[in-house]
């Protein structure tokens, strides 16, 4: 099996600041992408929703509920070395 692709350091920086930069959640339900549910979040609008939020994805069921991973320290601190 061949990969044809290339881990950059650009690239590996663009995800880490995906990563680390929290989810607004007050402003995309006021903005209507998001509905709480519980712990939980319904999205509203796939085509609204910033990508830093959609890579945070870490479970989804079938009506478009999902559950989102927290920004952690240790993107921020990946973001911070890569940056150098």
Do not use: N
Not at 28 to 44: A, D, M, P, S, T
Not at 60 to 75: E, Q
């Amino acid at each position: 099996m061949s990969t044809d692709f290339e881990i950059t350091r650009e690239s590996l920086l663009e995800q880490a600041k995906l990563h680390a930069t929290p989810i607004d959640f007050d402003d995309l339900i006021e903005r209507g992408i998001l509905q709480k549910k519980g712990r939980r979040y319904k999205v509203l609008s796939w085509d609204e929703l910033p990508e830093h939020a959609k890579v945070k994805i870490i479970s989804a069921s079938s009506d478009g509920t999902v559950t989102f991973s927290k920004a952690t320290k240790r993107a921020e601190k990946l973001v911070k070395q890569l940056s150098r």
